[in-house]
Structure formats: structure tokens, C-alpha cells
């Protein structure tokens, strides 16, 4: 595999063999963890997701995590559940949380009220509020960008897949004003498809926007034009740089690209392999330089 590649990929998935479409049980997906963390694929995992009702049963030796909260009682009664869960687990094993995640509310408050609602997750390194299609996307970005201790989710897959125009704006929102965020559900494949009439996106697709968005400050048309492209011809990977068609970064855009987009959901590793070495990628490599 070339540098550029490796280096978007590196550390890119947090597993989450718990969840559909695999919906693993917690004991199997723990071996399965265990497996890819001994297997040469190892470097492109993170974390492991784990629902926070389960944290408590949770393997120790599993680790890093992400905690997956409660989604569908009451936001408020939800999030004290999902506190004293994290809070018992540091408490029990003396680890921490790399992080947690859990829905925006969908009511009227302010994003700001939200945010001091959330003071009891603490023992989370990292907290990633996750929006929905009715969000208002600039409020909530200004609101993230004046309080470091929040980022953002968006689900890119499923019944609630964001539109190109959506996702486009998401991840412009996070670009502008320097904001972190994840991405979950649909980036099963590396490049953005059509699986009858619906588009779906790719991981690399993603990635590589965002690199491409950033380099030379190209931004949006950029960002576009490579989150849609459809023909995995169009991308390349060298050593120093990678392409989408005429469009090129460097590896630095690539680092500054992963600073944002740290990582994606995926209950599988096998399937993104399998995918990165049918296009000749995960062996190899080929490009420009």
C-alpha cells in the first residue's frame, strides 16, 4: 500500500460488530476484536463501540472504547443512565473512556443549554454529539466552536442517509471552523456508489474530499466533486499524493483532513479489506508519483 493511503487509513475504524448490520453479540464481538487486533489489518482500527448498557459486562482487556449511548426514552433520563454507566466503568477498572457518543435532543433548547447538560461525561476523552436532518448545522457548529469539549456525529448511511447538499454543508461547517467529527453507518465500501438508485458513500470517497477540500483551500467545489465521483478510476495514490481526477493533495493534507475526520463506524474490517484489494489498492497502491 502507498504512504498517502496508508496514511488516510491509519487508525480510521472504530468496530462496531455489536451493531447492524452485523448486531454481533458482545462475547462475539469481542473475539472478533481480538482477532483483527492480532491480524495484520490491526493499524486500521481505533476503538471498539460498545453500547453503554453493555459497558458493564464488558471484557476489560477490550479497549480503547467508545460508548455508544442510549437512543429513544427521554433524552435527559438517557443521558443520567448513560453517566452513571461510564462512571461505574472507571470506577471498576480504573480505565478511561476514549469516548462517547449519543443524539442531539430533538426538541427546541438551545445547543448551548445541551452542551451544560452534558458536564457529567467527564470521564469521556472525547464527546461527539450526533445531529439530525432537522439540525440547524450553523448554529451548531458556532455552538462547537466556542466549547472545545464537544464534537460532531453524523449517520452518512441507512434510512437516514444525508443527502450529498447535507453532508457536503456538515463537513464544510467542520472545516471552516476547525471542529472534529465522526461519521457511522453506510461507509461499508471505499468509494461513493449507486446501489440501485441510492448513492452511497465510500470511506476513501470521504476522507479524500475532505484532504482535497483543504488543499490549496479549494473548499466546497472540491469537496463535492470527490464526495460524488462515482468512477474509482478517478482516484490515485502515490507515495507524496494522491488524486481524484485533476485534483491533488499532499500527505500534509491528509494529516490535516484525519485531525478532523479521526474516524468511521464500521461493523466490519474484512468487508473494507476485501474492498481495498479487489481495486489493487491494499497491496500496491498506484498513482501519480
Known amino acids: 500500500m502507498t504512504e498517502s493511503l496508508r496514511q488516510l487509513l491509519d487508525g ?4 462496531a460488530g455489536m451493531f447492524p448490520p452485523a448486531a454481533l453479540s458482545r462475547e462475539s464481538a469481542e473475539r ?3 482477532a483483527i487486533k492480532a491480524s495484520p489489518e490491526s493499524w486500521l482500527v481505533r476503538r471498539f463501540a460498545v453500547p453503554a448498557t453493555a459497558l458493564a459486562e464488558l471484557d476489560p482487556s477490550v ?6 449511548g442510549r437512543a429513544g426514552g427521554a433524552w435527559d433520563d438517557d443521558r443520567v443512565a448513560d453517566a452513571e454507566d461510564l462512571n461505574r466503568y472507571v470506577s471498576a477498572t480504573g480505565m478511561t473512556v476514549s469516548a462517547y457518543e449519543c443524539p442531539l435532543p430533538r426538541d427546541d433548547r438551545s445547543f448551548r443549554t445541551t452542551f451544560a447538560q452534558m458536564d457529567g461525561f467527564s470521564a469521556a476523552a472525547e464527546v461527539f454529539l450526533e445531529v439530525h436532518s432537522a439540525t440547524a448545522l450553523e448554529e451548531f457548529f458556532d455552538a462547537l466552536a466556542e466549547d472545545d469539549r464537544y464534537a460532531a456525529k453524523l449517520r452518512t ?21 476547525e471542529v472534529p467529527v465522526k461519521l457511522t453507518a453506510g461507509l461499508h465500501h471505499p468509494i461513493t456508489h449507486f446501489r440501485s438508485t441510492q448513492l452511497e458513500y465510500g470511506f476513501v470517497s470521504v476522507l479524500g474530499a475532505v484532504a482535497l477540500a483543504l488543499a490549496e483551500e479549494r473548499g466546497r467545489p472540491a469537496l463535492t466533486t470527490a464526495l460524488t465521483e462515482t468512477d474509482a478510476s478517478q482516484w490515485s ?7 481524484c481526477g485533476s485534483l491533488g493533495g499532499s500527505l500534509e493534507d491528509i494529516e490535516d483532513a484525519r485531525a478532523l475526520l479521526g474516524t468511521f463506524g464500521s461493523c466490519s474490517v474484512a468487508e473494507p479489506v476485501a474492498d481495498l484489494t479487489a481495486l489493487g489498492w491494499w497491496d500496491q497502491g498506484f498513482g501519480h508519483d
Open 32 to 34: 472478533e476484536y481480538h
Open 157 to 177: 448511511g441507512g434510512a437516514s442517509a444525508p443527502s450529498p447538499e447535507f453532508l457536503a454543508t456538515f463537513l464544510m461547517h467542520a472545516i471552516d471552523l
Open 63 to 68: 479497549y480503547p472504547v467508545t460508548v455508544i
Open 12 to 15: 480510521v475504524i472504530d468496530y
Open 237 to 243: 495514490f502515490g507515495e507524496n499524493t494522491f488524486w
